[in-house]
T-cell receptor, first 114, second 112 residues
Framework: NAGVTQTPKFRVLKTGQSMTLLCAQD?????MYWYRQDPGMGLRLIHYSVGEGTTAKGEVPDGYNVSRLKKQNFLLGLESAAPSQTSVYFC?????????????FGSGTRLTVV | GENVEQHPSTLSVQEGDSAVIKCTYSDSASNYFPWYKQELGKRPQLIIDIRSNVGEKKDQRIAVTLNKTAKHFSLHITETQPEDSAVYFC???????????FGTGTRLQVFP
Protein backbone atom coordinates (compact mmCIF):
# COMPACT_ATOMS: atom_id res chain seq x y z
CA ASN A 1 0.00 0.00 0.00
CA ALA A 2 1.98 2.99 -1.30
CA GLY A 3 -0.67 5.69 -0.63
CA VAL A 4 -0.17 8.59 -3.04
CA THR A 5 2.80 8.47 -5.41
CA GLN A 6 3.99 11.40 -7.51
CA THR A 7 6.40 11.34 -10.42
CA PRO A 8 8.78 12.90 -11.13
CA LYS A 9 10.22 14.26 -7.87
CA PHE A 10 12.29 16.97 -9.52
CA ARG A 11 12.26 18.61 -12.94
CA VAL A 12 13.83 21.60 -14.64
CA LEU A 13 12.05 22.98 -17.70
CA LYS A 14 12.86 25.70 -20.14
CA THR A 15 10.24 28.40 -20.74
CA GLY A 16 7.75 27.17 -23.32
CA GLN A 17 8.37 23.46 -22.79
CA SER A 18 5.59 21.12 -21.78
CA MET A 19 5.40 18.34 -19.24
CA THR A 20 3.00 16.08 -17.37
CA LEU A 21 3.06 15.31 -13.67
CA LEU A 22 1.59 11.97 -12.64
CA CYS A 23 -0.24 11.22 -9.42
CA ALA A 24 -1.28 7.69 -8.55
CA GLN A 25 -3.20 6.49 -5.48
CA ASP A 26 -4.00 2.95 -4.39
CA UNK A 27 -6.54 3.74 -1.65
CA UNK A 28 -9.60 3.71 -3.93
CA UNK A 29 -10.23 7.38 -3.10
CA UNK A 30 -12.84 9.20 -5.14
CA UNK A 31 -11.42 12.70 -4.82
CA MET A 32 -8.04 13.84 -6.08
CA TYR A 33 -6.43 17.27 -6.05
CA TRP A 34 -3.46 19.19 -7.36
CA TYR A 35 -2.00 21.98 -5.20
CA ARG A 36 0.97 24.22 -5.66
CA GLN A 37 3.04 25.43 -2.72
CA ASP A 38 4.91 28.71 -2.86
CA PRO A 39 6.82 30.44 -0.04
CA GLY A 40 4.52 32.51 2.15
CA MET A 41 1.42 31.50 0.20
CA GLY A 42 0.53 28.15 1.62
CA LEU A 43 -1.08 25.55 -0.61
CA ARG A 44 -3.33 26.72 -3.43
CA LEU A 45 -5.73 24.45 -5.29
CA ILE A 46 -5.08 24.20 -9.03
CA HIS A 47 -7.60 21.56 -10.20
CA TYR A 48 -9.48 18.73 -8.62
CA SER A 49 -11.52 15.68 -9.55
CA VAL A 50 -14.52 14.16 -7.84
CA GLY A 51 -14.31 10.87 -9.72
CA GLU A 52 -13.10 9.07 -12.82
CA GLY A 53 -13.70 11.13 -15.93
CA THR A 54 -14.40 14.37 -14.03
CA THR A 55 -12.27 17.47 -13.47
CA ALA A 56 -12.91 20.98 -12.15
CA LYS A 57 -11.02 24.22 -11.66
CA GLY A 58 -9.64 25.36 -8.33
CA GLU A 59 -8.24 28.71 -7.21
CA VAL A 60 -5.31 29.00 -9.66
CA PRO A 61 -6.11 26.90 -12.79
CA ASP A 62 -4.62 29.12 -15.51
CA GLY A 63 -1.77 27.54 -17.45
CA TYR A 64 -2.61 23.99 -16.30
CA ASN A 65 -4.76 21.15 -17.59
CA VAL A 66 -5.71 17.90 -15.92
CA SER A 67 -7.15 14.53 -16.79
CA ARG A 68 -8.52 11.62 -14.82
CA LEU A 69 -9.05 8.76 -17.23
CA LYS A 70 -8.62 6.15 -14.49
CA LYS A 71 -9.81 6.43 -10.91
CA GLN A 72 -6.35 5.86 -9.49
CA ASN A 73 -4.50 8.40 -11.66
CA PHE A 74 -4.68 12.18 -11.87
CA LEU A 75 -2.43 13.94 -14.38
CA LEU A 76 -1.40 17.58 -14.31
CA GLY A 77 -0.17 19.09 -17.57
CA LEU A 78 1.72 22.27 -18.34
CA GLU A 79 1.40 23.02 -22.05
CA SER A 80 3.82 25.96 -22.19
CA ALA A 81 5.77 26.38 -18.97
CA ALA A 82 6.44 29.86 -17.58
CA PRO A 83 8.83 30.94 -14.79
CA SER A 84 5.77 31.81 -12.65
CA GLN A 85 5.00 28.08 -12.54
CA THR A 86 8.19 27.38 -10.62
CA SER A 87 6.82 25.78 -7.49
CA VAL A 88 6.43 22.60 -5.48
CA TYR A 89 3.40 20.63 -6.65
CA PHE A 90 1.50 18.32 -4.34
CA CYS A 91 -1.13 15.82 -5.26
CA UNK A 92 -3.62 14.66 -2.65
CA UNK A 93 -6.57 12.32 -2.41
CA UNK A 94 -9.52 11.85 -0.08
CA UNK A 95 -12.50 9.52 0.28
CA UNK A 96 -16.08 10.40 -0.61
CA UNK A 97 -17.62 13.74 0.35
CA UNK A 98 -18.97 13.84 3.82
CA UNK A 99 -16.42 11.53 5.37
CA UNK A 100 -13.88 14.25 6.12
CA UNK A 101 -10.88 12.11 6.81
CA UNK A 102 -8.50 14.70 5.52
CA UNK A 103 -6.15 14.48 2.63
CA UNK A 104 -3.35 12.04 1.97
CA PHE A 105 -0.59 13.91 0.19
CA GLY A 106 2.03 12.70 -2.23
CA SER A 107 5.69 13.52 -1.64
CA GLY A 108 5.68 16.47 -4.05
CA THR A 109 7.33 17.50 -7.32
CA ARG A 110 9.79 20.36 -7.28
CA LEU A 111 9.53 22.12 -10.66
CA THR A 112 11.86 24.87 -11.81
CA VAL A 113 11.15 26.78 -15.02
CA VAL A 114 14.11 28.73 -16.38
CA GLY B 1 -13.88 34.77 -2.04
CA GLU B 2 -13.19 32.16 0.60
CA ASN B 3 -10.13 32.85 2.68
CA VAL B 4 -8.18 31.43 5.63
CA GLU B 5 -5.81 33.68 7.56
CA GLN B 6 -3.15 32.18 9.79
CA HIS B 7 -1.02 33.82 12.49
CA PRO B 8 1.76 34.06 13.38
CA SER B 9 3.91 33.31 10.34
CA THR B 10 6.83 32.36 12.58
CA LEU B 11 6.92 31.23 16.19
CA SER B 12 9.92 30.45 18.37
CA VAL B 13 9.53 28.78 21.75
CA GLN B 14 11.73 27.15 24.34
CA GLU B 15 11.46 23.41 24.75
CA GLY B 16 8.72 22.62 27.25
CA ASP B 17 6.75 25.79 26.58
CA SER B 18 3.36 25.89 24.85
CA ALA B 19 2.71 27.09 21.31
CA VAL B 20 -0.53 28.47 19.92
CA ILE B 21 -1.34 29.04 16.24
CA LYS B 22 -4.54 30.83 15.26
CA CYS B 23 -6.63 30.80 12.10
CA THR B 24 -9.72 32.63 10.94
CA TYR B 25 -11.93 31.66 8.01
CA SER B 26 -14.47 33.54 5.94
CA ASP B 27 -16.93 30.89 4.72
CA SER B 28 -19.66 30.41 7.31
CA ALA B 29 -20.58 27.11 5.63
CA SER B 30 -17.14 25.58 6.36
CA ASN B 31 -17.57 22.56 8.62
CA TYR B 32 -14.26 20.73 8.63
CA PHE B 33 -10.97 22.11 9.97
CA PRO B 34 -7.79 20.00 9.70
CA TRP B 35 -4.25 20.86 10.73
CA TYR B 36 -1.19 19.64 8.85
CA LYS B 37 2.45 19.44 9.86
CA GLN B 38 5.13 19.71 7.19
CA GLU B 39 8.73 18.93 8.02
CA LEU B 40 11.44 20.37 5.81
CA GLY B 41 11.38 18.81 2.35
CA LYS B 42 8.52 16.47 3.19
CA ARG B 43 4.81 16.21 2.47
CA PRO B 44 2.14 17.77 4.71
CA GLN B 45 0.72 15.24 7.16
CA LEU B 46 -2.58 15.45 8.99
CA ILE B 47 -2.04 15.78 12.74
CA ILE B 48 -5.49 16.63 14.05
CA ASP B 49 -8.86 17.77 12.74
CA ILE B 50 -12.14 19.05 14.09
CA ARG B 51 -15.66 19.14 12.76
CA SER B 52 -18.13 21.95 13.21
CA ASN B 53 -20.27 20.12 15.74
CA VAL B 54 -17.36 19.94 18.20
CA GLY B 55 -15.76 22.81 20.13
CA GLU B 56 -12.54 21.16 21.22
CA LYS B 57 -10.53 18.04 20.47
CA LYS B 58 -7.37 16.77 22.11
CA ASP B 59 -4.77 14.18 21.16
CA GLN B 60 -1.96 13.86 23.69
CA ARG B 61 0.02 17.13 23.55
CA ILE B 62 -2.01 18.59 20.68
CA ALA B 63 -5.43 20.23 20.94
CA VAL B 64 -7.62 22.18 18.57
CA THR B 65 -10.40 24.58 19.53
CA LEU B 66 -13.14 25.94 17.29
CA ASN B 67 -15.34 29.01 17.73
CA LYS B 68 -17.85 28.91 14.89
CA THR B 69 -19.51 32.16 15.89
CA ALA B 70 -16.26 34.08 15.60
CA LYS B 71 -14.97 31.84 12.75
CA HIS B 72 -11.77 31.14 14.66
CA PHE B 73 -9.90 27.93 15.28
CA SER B 74 -6.59 27.36 17.01
CA LEU B 75 -3.91 24.72 17.44
CA HIS B 76 -2.37 24.30 20.88
CA ILE B 77 0.82 22.32 21.43
CA THR B 78 1.87 21.77 25.04
CA GLU B 79 5.25 20.66 26.37
CA THR B 80 6.90 21.37 23.04
CA GLN B 81 9.84 19.28 21.89
CA PRO B 82 12.51 19.95 19.24
CA GLU B 83 10.84 17.40 16.95
CA ASP B 84 7.75 19.64 16.91
CA SER B 85 9.77 22.09 14.79
CA ALA B 86 8.06 22.27 11.39
CA VAL B 87 5.64 24.34 9.33
CA TYR B 88 2.02 23.99 10.42
CA PHE B 89 -0.91 24.66 8.11
CA CYS B 90 -4.51 25.14 9.06
CA UNK B 91 -7.26 24.53 6.53
CA UNK B 92 -11.02 24.92 6.23
CA UNK B 93 -13.43 23.09 3.97
CA UNK B 94 -14.98 25.06 1.15
CA UNK B 95 -18.52 24.92 2.41
CA UNK B 96 -19.88 21.43 2.73
CA UNK B 97 -17.32 19.90 0.35
CA UNK B 98 -14.05 18.01 0.62
CA UNK B 99 -12.08 20.85 -0.99
CA UNK B 100 -9.80 22.62 1.44
CA UNK B 101 -8.50 26.19 1.61
CA PHE B 102 -5.17 26.40 3.40
CA GLY B 103 -3.68 29.08 5.56
CA THR B 104 -0.25 30.45 4.67
CA GLY B 105 1.55 28.40 7.32
CA THR B 106 3.39 28.96 10.60
CA ARG B 107 7.02 28.05 10.97
CA LEU B 108 7.47 26.75 14.51
CA GLN B 109 10.96 26.49 15.97
CA VAL B 110 11.48 24.78 19.31
CA PHE B 111 14.83 25.52 20.89
CA PRO B 112 16.39 23.01 23.32
Amino acid sequence: NAGVTQTPKFRVLKTGQSMTLLCAQDMNHEYMYWYRQDPGMGLRLIHYSVGEGTTAKGEVPDGYNVSRLKKQNFLLGLESAAPSQTSVYFCASSPLTGTYYGYTFGSGTRLTVV
Amino acid sequence: GENVEQHPSTLSVQEGDSAVIKCTYSDSASNYFPWYKQELGKRPQLIIDIRSNVGEKKDQRIAVTLNKTAKHFSLHITETQPEDSAVYFCAASMGNTDKLIFGTGTRLQVFP
